[in-house]
């Protein structure tokens, strides 16, 4: 059950500026700079880089897996021993000092780039979950939806500033520049380390810690917790078919996030310019789609606001695959001599509306979902349906790519895309919110 009443603003902001902090390593290191330099130059294979594709979508894929079985473990340990920010601390730790490593990654060094990859993106990825799992404390259900979109903006305004930097002072993604570009990660964990801070000096720890049975662990405790969970699934109609969801929206999510960049530089074949041009646009309409959606939704609810998001994925997506097509259309219809590359940025105004918009209204909707005591639990079973998301996604991508090529493998989001709005369609917000209104937990003193 979310709080009753607004969390101080000095606590939303802090909690806010963990999504400011954690975008960076978001941008820097899996969309914009450092996959792009994993299959161009410390792979290298090419001209078609399909190896290249492959083994990066191996490594998140196996980062991913370690989040889907550790995350709904993690939340039931830490609703129950109250231990939030402790597992959110470790994450970050270990988020930064696996980021700063990949400074010593040579071309040709295959293993140590993808070990480095896996636990900086596994550390990365269970604690956006731990962080989430604050969210129902800072406030009215009412007002999840805002904060949410507040948060998720403020982290594209983060990854806006950290990559534009970057950008500026390390240059291209080549060979010949990667004694300067290399440096991406010591700066990404830098970035991490410093705009972090807010959070663990202002986010609070709600609730009391439970006493441990003698004789048992934490874990033991743990399994318990999802046992019981599992047993009452039924309860809970309306979050396991948003579940089912979030699997399949962010299964395409996390496609755009690994390989829109990649798409950008092997298909399109644009200029560093236009990279850059790209990023920017992105970046602002997703931090503007983030904020816009999140004060939507506090008008016209949560499902209906998600449902709006995948929509313009939809849109997204045809855009981003119909590119040389539209653009030799409008050389025709209107005699003028536009580039592929150019015409593609109107993709990213879409993609971008939809990126911020639509992963912030699955977070404010599972916290209207979620009954007292039940968050980091709750939390890591949508970090655990995001993540297996992730899995299916790339992989599924890596699959297709290397048999059909990158450019008609964008199809298979498409097709994502459209069963997450069906999945969605029997969630009843109001229904969901009693149900957790009126659910008890029987461990709860």
Known sequence: MSAQELAPKREI????MFDFANQGYTLLIITVIYGDLFTRVIVGDSP??????LLWSL??????????????????????????????????????????????????????AMLLIVASNFAYAIGEGFIASFLPDLGPRKA??????????????????????????LGEVSAENYDTIRWVGPFAAGFFLLAAIPTFLWVRERGSKQHLPSGQSLIGVGLQRLQTTWRQVHQFRDLRALLISVFFAMAGIYIIISFSFIYGAQVIGWDEQVRIYMFITVQITAALGAIGFGWLQSHIGARTTYLITLGLWLLAILAIWQTPTLTARLSHW?????????????????AGASLGSS??????????????????????LWGMASKLAAIFGILGLGLI?????????????????????LAVLPVDERRGEQVADGWRDPGQE
Not at 83 to 103: N, W
Not at 334 to 349: C, E, I, N, S, T
Not at 408 to 421: K, P, Q, R, S, T
């Open 359 to 380: 992963q912030s209204a699955t977070r404010a909707l599972v916290g209207v979902l979620t009954p007292s005591g039940k968050a980091a639990e709750f939390f890591g």
């Open 13 to 16: 902001f802090g909690w806010a």
């Open 334 to 350: 209107f005699g003028v001599d536009w580039q592929a590359q150019y015409v593609f940025l109107f993709a990213g105004v879409l």
């Open 144 to 169: 999840l939806g805002w904060i949410s979109g507040l948060g998720w903006g403020l982290g594209y305004i983060g990854g806006l500033v950290a990559t534009a930097f970057t950008l500026f002072f």
């Open 48 to 53: 078609d880089y399909r190896l290249g594709n």
């Open 59 to 112: 490594a998140l894929a196996f980062s991913y897996f370690l989040v889907v079985v550790a995350n709904p473990l993690c939340g039931a340990i830490m609703d129950y021993s109250r231990s939030r920010k402790r597992f959110l601390f470790i994450s970050y730790l270990l988020t930064v000092g696996a980021t700063a490593l990949l400074y010593f990654v040579e071309p040709g060094w295959l293993i140590p």
């Open 401 to 421: 790519q290397w048999g059909f090529g990158l450019a008609n493998a964008i199809l298979f989001c498409l097709a994502l895309f459209i069963v997450a709005i």
